[in-house]
């Protein structure tokens, strides 16, 4: 079945040691995103893609950073994990003109603990 | 910001109908209407979406009002499968706009 692939889905990194948390497509879908959750909280989204375009939200802070180097694969890259960086990264995709055809798939989520 | 307000918990008996409220009060005309749930420790799942008219599929109904300030999510016969925080969250910025997810309403379905 298509889908959206994280791996690892557990992933334990140490403090301010660089990690990256990796996302994969089968469905050709051109946009790709990615959320943070942190416990008992609704995700947050970090950035996007689209197509090859990078879309940054606002608030989303440097130590968070993304590359997308094919349709299939995005990675997000946290370059000094601090304790408060501890959460869930769900990564999602759409189509284009998402409004016709639905809503994103979210893959299943990669739980982060920073020791 | 989301642009939704949902209550934070609610409470349905197995096999009853679940009925979700939604306000979106400052929603524009082409803006559109979504609900997802998370099961937890599981990422997102797509229920349902809608503009101005009534939509219904395989899992849930979705009852927009004629002012479009709110909508209803159903689930015709809740089961204990169906205990999850659901997100209503209306779509800014066209077709390519981002889903900003609000707190949800935690539903505990009951034996």
């Known amino acids: 079945d298509a889908m959206v692939i994280q791996n690892p889905r557990y992933q334990v990194t140490q403090f301010g040691k660089p990690v990256t948390l990796s996302c994969s497509q089968t469905l050709n879908h051109n946009v790709m995103y990615w959320y943070q959750q942190k416990s008992s909280q609704a995700p947050k989204l970090l950035f996007h893609?689209?197509?090859?375009?990078?879309?940054n939200e606002a608030d989303t802070p440097d130590n968070f950073q993304s590359r997308r180097p094919n349709t299939s694969f995005c990675f997000l890259d946290i370059r000094s994990p601090g304790l408060g960086d501890a959460a869930m990264y769900l990564c999602a995709t759409s189509r284009d003109s998402l409004d016709r055809l639905g809503g994103y798939t979210f893959g299943s989520g990669t739980r982060l603990t920073v020791v | 910001d989301a642009k939704t307000t949902q209550p934070p918990s609610m409470d349905c008996a197995e096999g009853r109908a679940a009925n979700l409220p939604c306000n979106h009060s400052t929603i524009s005309g082409n803006e559109y209407v979504y609900w997802y749930r998370q099961i937890h420790s599981q990422g997102p799942q797509y229920i349902i979406h809608g503009l101005k008219n009534n939509e219904t599929n395989e899992m849930a109904s979705l009852i927009i009002t004629e002012d479009r300030k709110s909508s209803t999510l159903i689930l015709p016969h809740a089961t204990l499968r169906d205990t999850a925080v659901y997100y209503c969250?209306?779509?800014?910025?066209?077709?390519?706009?981002?889903?900003?997810f609000g707190k949800g309403t935690k539903l505990s379905v009951k034996p």
């Open positions: 893609y689209y197509d090859k375009d990078f879309n």
């Open positions: 969250i209306v779509r800014v910025g066209g077709s390519q706009g981002n889903l900003i």
